[in-house]
């Protein structure tokens, strides 16, 4: 059979019995080693040096009621027995030290005695493990005959939730909802998607630490973000606004500026002094997107405000304080820009401990009917009309939308885009084949036009014939479509190749920028009458 170990605070003005009320004989520390049914083997007394004296008496009262209970003294001095960083380090370090064994002992923590702080802390310590065991709740007698027991009652508190049917339920659904909330409220069916939204649920609900939103253009990462800072908010882990910054867009002396701010007079221009977008962050969510075009200096103070949670203002002589969650996003590969000296290695490194990866919208083919709906949802509460498909319209959309032929290179912003041009054209609110068979037509163009490599491969394999293009590397198809471009944007080799060469020709005397367009054409048995039409 285990042993039964209690821990507990001394309670330096209950364990005196002081009072004149029914308080006044009830010491809990002396009542825990007498209640009925839960005989302690051991009891670890926590006190401070100056209340050795009590704690002694307390320790010969419980041998009197309780003789085969060993207490031990242990002597943990609190300053401020009100600050909660120095009472919790001081029990967790306690806790850590002490050497417990689930085996062969049952742990009780006492919350009966010591101050709110500490009792907190206690129910922080049991719930997270660091200490094994239950909480335990101590209560006086009610009010009694003078001869009457003062021992008082106990409540043993289970923090295992598991065994509670109706709270897990609880928390699975406050969980699903949380999950539902960061999609938007989409049923998305991609498995790995939904595996991920809901790792980035325990994440941001649980830590502070920034994250990073990886993926294509248009994969939702601003999106996301923004419904990961209002999940926040509604847990009440920030107060603060969300402030989105497109790190794109910052360019030169401005992005200091912007970023950190300034004071009056700290460059030409400053007129007034300038907060800046981090100290405007403060207690809320910082969103960089397209992080990796930040230049290498805001880089370093962005790492500095991360982790210091201070910055200085361009132009200041005294640091300024912030405290933000950062979000940050990027369609660009950050590894491979710290191996090319593009992006500082610190910082994808404090970046890179939460990194999630959006997919793009062709590796969500299964969740393009869902987004589809929410589309037209978002079109009503935008225009006020409620437009709907018939159902041989929706087939057909949704056979083009999920097959091989739709390159949705835009990912969502293709599908919102799409959706809204036909709920506009729709007759009657009601969209038709003949509206989708339009629509399909457009998005075809648009691909076709906005795709240069693909319009250059076919250009490529009609003048070289399939099987010489298929030979060729992807370094030379590259190199031969930006040539190919080039020719049927001049009327004449001569000019098509002095836009060609137009760098490297300066430092020539003398260069003839045609020649050395027509042999380059010539190793691919082309001509520069060969290139097609003329812009």
């Given at each position: 059979m285990?042993?039964?170990?209690?821990?507990?605070?001394?309670?330096?003005?209950?364990?005196?019995?002081?009072?004149?009320?029914?308080?006044?004989?009830?010491?809990?520390?002396?009542?825990?080693?007498?209640?009925?049914?839960?005989?302690?083997?051991?009891?670890?007394?926590?006190?401070?040096?100056?209340?050795?004296?009590?704690?002694?008496?307390?320790?010969?009262?419980?041998?009197?009621?309780?003789?085969?209970?060993?207490?031990?003294?242990?002597?943990?001095?609190?300053?401020?027995?009100w600050?909660?960083?120095?009472?919790?380090?001081?029990?967790?370090?306690?806790?850590?030290?002490?050497?417990?064994?689930?085996?062969?002992?049952?742990?009780?923590?006492?919350?009966?005695?010591?101050?709110?702080?500490?009792?907190?802390?206690?129910?922080?310590?049991?719930?997270?493990?660091?200490i094994?065991?239950?909480?335990?709740?101590?209560?006086p007698?009610?009010?009694?005959?003078?001869?009457?027991?003062?021992?008082?009652?106990?409540?043993?508190?289970?923090?295992?939730?598991?065994?509670?049917?109706?709270?897990?339920?609880?928390?699975?659904?406050?969980?699903?909802?949380?999950?539902?909330?960061?999609?938007?409220?989409?049923?998305?069916?991609?498995?790995?998607?939904?595996?991920?939204?809901?790792?980035?649920?325990?994440?941001?609900?649980?830590?502070?630490?920034?994250v990073?939103?990886?993926?294509?253009?248009?994969?939702?990462?601003?999106?996301?973000?923004?419904?990961?800072?209002?999940?926040?908010?509604?847990?009440?882990?920030?107060?603060?606004?969300?402030?989105?910054?497109?790190?794109?867009?910052?360019?030169?002396?401005?992005?200091?500026?912007?970023?950190?701010?300034?004071?009056?007079?700290?460059?030409?221009?400053?007129?007034?002094?300038?907060?800046?977008?981090?100290?405007?962050?403060?207690?809320?969510?910082?969103?960089?997107?397209?992080?990796?075009?930040?230049?290498?200096?805001?880089?370093?103070?962005?790492?500095?405000?991360?982790?210091?949670?201070?910055?200085?203002?361009?132009?200041?002589?005294?640091?300024v304080?912030?405290?933000?969650?950062?979000?940050?996003?990027?369609?660009?590969?950050?590894?491979?820009?710290?191996?090319?000296?593009?992006?500082?290695?610190?910082?994808?490194?404090?970046?890179?401990?939460?990194?999630?990866?959006?997919?793009g919208?062709?590796?969500?083919?299964?969740?393009?009917?869902?987004?589809?709906?929410?589309?037209?949802?978002?079109?009503?509460?935008?225009?006020?009309?409620?437009?709907?498909?018939?159902?041989?319209?929706?087939?057909?959309?949704?056979?083009?939308?999920?097959?091989?032929q739709?390159?949705?290179?835009?990912?969502?912003?293709?599908?919102?885009a799409?959706?809204?041009?036909?709920?506009?054209?729709?007759?009657?609110?009601?969209?038709?084949?003949?509206?989708?068979?339009?629509?399909v037509?457009?998005?075809?163009?648009f691909?076709?036009?906005?795709?240069?490599?693909?319009?250059?491969?076919?250009?490529?394999?009609?003048?070289?014939?399939g099987?010489?293009?298929?030979?060729?590397?992807?370094?030379?198809?590259?190199?031969?479509a930006?040539?190919?471009?080039?020719?049927?944007?001049?009327?004449?080799?001569?000019?098509?190749?002095?836009?060609?060469?137009?760098?490297?020709?300066?430092?020539?005397?003398?260069?003839?920028?045609?020649?050395?367009?027509?042999?380059?054409?010539?190793?691919?048995?082309?001509?520069?009458?060969?290139?097609?039409?003329?812009?």
């Amino acid at each position: 059979m285990k042993r039964r170990v209690a821990i507990s605070i001394l309670g330096t003005t209950l364990d005196m019995g002081k009072w004149d009320n029914r308080w006044s004989r009830w010491r809990p520390n002396v009542g825990l080693c007498q209640q009925s049914g839960l005989f302690i083997d051991r009891l670890e007394l926590i006190h401070d040096n100056h209340a050795s004296a009590l704690a002694n008496r307390i320790i010969t009262d419980i041998a009197t009621v309780s003789p085969a209970t060993e207490v031990r003294s242990n002597v943990i001095n609190f300053r401020d027995p009100w600050d909660f960083s120095e009472v919790y380090t001081n029990l967790r370090d306690y806790a850590r030290s002490y050497p417990f064994d689930p085996d062969t002992e049952d742990y009780l923590v006492n919350i009966t005695t010591g101050t709110h702080v500490a009792q907190i802390c206690w129910f922080l310590l049991t719930e997270a493990r660091i200490i094994p065991g239950q909480l335990l709740q101590l209560s006086p007698p009610r009010d009694r005959e003078p001869d009457q027991d003062f021992a008082g009652t106990h409540r043993i508190i289970d923090l295992d939730l598991s065994r509670y049917d109706e709270i897990a339920k609880r928390f699975a659904s406050e969980r699903e909802d949380a999950a539902s909330f960061l999609k938007s409220g989409i049923s998305t069916r991609n498995v790995a998607f939904n595996r991920m939204i809901d790792e980035i649920e325990r994440v941001v609900i649980r830590s502070t630490a920034p994250v990073l939103l990886t993926g294509p253009t248009g994969a939702g990462k601003s999106q996301l973000a923004r419904k990961i800072y209002e999940l926040k908010k509604s847990q009440r882990k920030v107060s603060g606004p969300f402030i989105e910054v497109n790190c794109a867009t910052l360019r030169g002396d401005q992005a200091m500026s912007t970023l950190f701010g300034h004071v009056k007079g700290a460059f030409t221009g400053a007129a007034s002094e300038r907060s800046g977008l981090l100290k405007s962050a403060d207690k809320g969510v910082l969103f960089l997107d397209e992080i990796g075009e930040l230049g290498l200096d805001e880089q370093a103070m962005c790492l500095r405000a991360i982790e210091e949670k201070r910055f200085l203002p361009v132009g200041a002589d005294r640091e300024v304080s912030a405290d933000f969650q950062l979000l940050a996003g990027t369609n660009r590969d950050l590894g491979e820009d710290v191996r090319k000296g593009k992006f500082r290695e610190d910082l994808y490194a404090r970046l890179n401990l939460w990194t999630f990866q959006l997919p793009g919208l062709r590796e969500r083919k299964e969740d393009i009917e869902p987004n589809l709906d929410f589309e037209l949802k978002r079109f009503l509460e935008r225009e006020g009309e409620n437009v709907t498909f018939n159902k041989e319209a929706r087939d057909r959309y949704l056979a083009f939308a999920t097959g091989p032929q739709a390159a949705w290179s835009a990912n969502f912003r293709d599908l919102s885009a799409s959706v809204t041009r036909m709920a506009t054209l729709a007759p009657h609110g009601r969209i038709t084949t003949d509206v989708v068979d339009d629509e399909v037509r457009r998005l075809n163009a648009f691909w076709r036009a906005s795709s240069d490599d693909g319009a250059f491969d076919a250009i490529i394999e009609a003048l070289l014939g399939g099987e010489a293009a298929s030979r060729l590397d992807r370094f030379d198809t590259a190199q031969l479509a930006v040539v190919l471009r080039t020719c049927r944007e001049h009327a004449t080799a001569s000019a098509a190749g002095r836009a060609l060469f137009a760098n490297s020709r300066l430092e020539k005397k003398s260069s003839n920028d045609a020649d050395r367009l027509v042999k380059y054409l010539a190793r691919f048995g082309l001509k520069f009458e060969d290139t097609g039409k003329r812009t």
